[in-house]
Structures are given as structure tokens and as C-alpha cells.
């Protein structure tokens, strides 16, 4: 009865956890706080850094309760978690920085167009 009660409790733990993080989340999205926003850093606003650190950390916590990594073996967790983390960090820097190149060309594209 125990081993249920203490599932029970860590579920409620992990369900408070990743629930205090959407609500960061969604009231950073509704507010847009300008010292976040218009600060660039590395090609995006902070604020975006900040949705994508948030959404990475819920990413793991998901993966490390409900698909029990916590309970594997270091090694098969490392290689499980550390390839996805810097896949995701590649493909994020990737999309930041190409989109912002491909708004500056719309922009020039734009202007050679209309004048």
C-alpha cells in the first residue's frame, strides 16, 4: 500500500512541477514583458530563449518520471537524453538563426521590389 501512496505522491509532485512551468510559460506569452522581448540574444528575443529552456526542462521531466529514465542506468539515460537535448539545441539555433537570415532577405527582397 505504501509503494502506491508514494507513486500517488510523486505523481502529484511531477503534475505540480510541469504545471508551474505552463503557467511561466503561458503568462510570459500573454504578457510579452518588453525588457524580455525586444532584447536580442543570439539571434532571438530572451523570452524565446526562455519558452525554449522551459519547454526543454519539461521535455526531460516528462522523460525522466513517465518514462521511468530515473530508474536506468546511468549510461543508457546519458545516451537516451544528452543526443535529443543537443539535437533539439541544433535544430532550435538552426530555425533561430536561418529564419531571422530569411527575414532579412524578404525584407531586401521587399525593398528591391517596390522601389
Given at each position: 500500500?505504501?509503494?502506491?501512496?508514494?507513486?500517488?505522491?510523486?505523481?502529484?509532485?511531477?503534475?505540480?512541477?510541469?504545471s508551474l512551468i505552463t503557467i511561466v510559460e503561458v503568462f510570459l506569452g500573454i504578457v510579452k514583458p518588453p525588457?524580455?522581448?525586444?532584447?536580442?540574444?543570439?539571434?532571438?528575443?530572451?523570452?524565446?530563449?526562455?519558452?525554449?529552456?522551459l519547454t526543454l526542462v519539461k521535455a526531460y521531466g516528462i522523460a525522466w518520471y513517465f518514462m521511468h529514465l530515473?530508474?536506468?542506468?546511468?549510461?543508457?539515460?546519458?545516451?537516451?537524453?544528452?543526443?535529443?537535448?543537443?539535437?533539439?539545441?541544433?535544430?532550435?539555433?538552426?530555425?533561430?538563426?536561418?529564419?531571422?537570415?530569411?527575414?532579412?532577405?524578404?525584407?531586401?527582397?521587399?525593398?528591391?521590389?517596390?522601389?
Amino acid at each position: 500500500m505504501s509503494h502506491a501512496k508514494s507513486h500517488t505522491a510523486l505523481i502529484w509532485k511531477v503534475f505540480a512541477f510541469l504545471s508551474l512551468i505552463t503557467i511561466v510559460e503561458v503568462f510570459l506569452g500573454i504578457v510579452k514583458p518588453p525588457a524580455l522581448n525586444l532584447t536580442q540574444v543570439l539571434g532571438t528575443s530572451i523570452l524565446n530563449w526562455i519558452f525554449l529552456i522551459l519547454t526543454l526542462v519539461k521535455a526531460y521531466g516528462i522523460a525522466w518520471y513517465f518514462m521511468h529514465l530515473k530508474d536506468e542506468k546511468t549510461w543508457l539515460r546519458r545516451s537516451i537524453v544528452w543526443p535529443v537535448v543537443f539535437l533539439i539545441a541544433y535544430l532550435a539555433f538552426f530555425l533561430l538563426y536561418e529564419g531571422d537570415a530569411a527575414g532579412i532577405i524578404d525584407q531586401e527582397w521587399t525593398r528591391w521590389t517596390y522601389n
